[in-house]
């Protein structure tokens, strides 16, 4: 059962990269993407029920399926209001959902604090000039088609928090045995 939890959950991160990617590149994240990651979702929560010695505690308890589409719910709803005041585009509000399904509801105060961060981030780097060696290649001329645009692809922040967020678990345990 490990195993397919692990498929999945690879699966999931590629098809998360994906969302950032086409959001890069066109500010788009496709309702399809969307709809991939959350029956890829559903399918983990089907092998871990039925892995699950305690089927009560892993679909009721915060740290369970009920936390996750808690958080999924609350970040969903989160995303149409800033949606509403035009701070978000649709395909980032959708994008809400499968990533609070992905990261739980214990995971929410990491992801809040490092899309933060990485927000921050990306509004000083979007103030540096980019260096004219390298201002003909195609990332940074999209780079420079966002800074002059001013719409960010808050996907992409969102992606790469939540990969951070997933990754904390698996660095605290390697510090540990350090």
């Known amino acids: 059962m490990l195993e397919t939890v692990v498929v999945i959950n690879s699966l999931s991160v590629l098809l998360f990269l994906y969302a950032a990617w086409t959001d890069f590149r066109t500010w788009k994240i496709h309702n399809t993407v969307v709809l991939a990651l959350m029956t890829l979702y559903a399918l ?12 009560g505690a892993a679909l009721f308890a915060s740290s369970g399926i ?10 969903f709803m989160l995303g149409v209001v800033l949606w509403a005041f035009r701070l978000f585009g649709a395909g980032d509000a959708k994008l809400f959902l499968p990533i609070g399904l992905f990261v739980g509801w214990h995971g929410m105060l990491p992801f809040s604090f490092l899309l933060l961060v990485l927000g921050i981030v990306t509004l000083l780097v979007l103030r ?9 290649l195609g990332f940074f001329v999209r780079i420079d088609e966002i800074r002059t645009s001013r719409k960010i692809p808050y996907g992409v922040l969102m992606v790469f928090a939540l990969l951070l967020t997933l990754a904390l678990p698996v660095i605290r345990q390697q510090l540990q045995l350090s």
């Open 66 to 75: 009920g936390g996750d589409v808690g958080a999924g719910l609350l970040m």
């Open 44 to 55: 983990r929560a089907v092998v871990v029920l039925l892995g699950s010695d305690d089927v």
């Open 128 to 136: 540096l000039p980019v260096p004219l060696r390298v201002a003909h």
